[in-house]
């Protein structure tokens, strides 16, 4: 009997949380903020880190509903499930890093949960190209100022580009102020 090897290798598939489509909650571009959230501590559903917050109580953890109320954290929808970005977190001991929840503040209400969770994942000019999620731990300020810079100009959150951007392009849609 002959046995001959099958080569089953594919080319990594890539994903660019910059990419336009990104902004809109589809397959693509949940991988994409998946993608890069994986570098900076994953995500985790609701549910698993509710739980686990539960077991590692820590004087700033507090209750998941209570957090994500609060704005100190964000999550984003996906199928039947929310997803928690846990570069908010501590991984020591589980706290909540107050740098997240002054950006998510500073982002205001135009910004729904997906956007915001956009956001973080794509590279912001304001940055030097670097993603917010990126820099936060090193300059929380820079990211902080970048967030505030992109409200006061007319970030459309749902498109993901800057009204400037809107008009030189000459494109019609209107940017959220």
Known sequence: MIHTRIST??????????????????????????????TTGGTLRASD???????RRTCNSGNLDELM????IFGFPWNDS???????????????????????????????DWSIA??????NVRLDDL?????????PQAVLDAARADCLIGFDAAAGRHALQHASSGKSQGAAA
């Open 9 to 38: 290798r594919f080319p990594p598939v890539t994903y660019d949380p910059d990419e336009q489509d990104t902004w809109l909650p589809c397959s693509r571009a949940f991988l994409a903020v998946l993608a890069t959230y994986h």
């Open 49 to 55: 880190l509710s739980r686990l917050l539960t077991l």
């Open 69 to 72: 109320q609060e704005r100190q």
């Open 82 to 112: 929310t997803w928690i970005p846990m570069f908010q977190f501590d991984g020591r001991d589980l706290a909540v890093k107050s740098a997240v929840s002054h950006v998510r503040i500073e982002l205001g209400l135009e910004f729904d």
């Open 118 to 123: 956009s956001w973080f994942a794509r590279r």
């Open 131 to 139: 993603r917010p999620v990126e820099v936060l731990e090193v300059s």
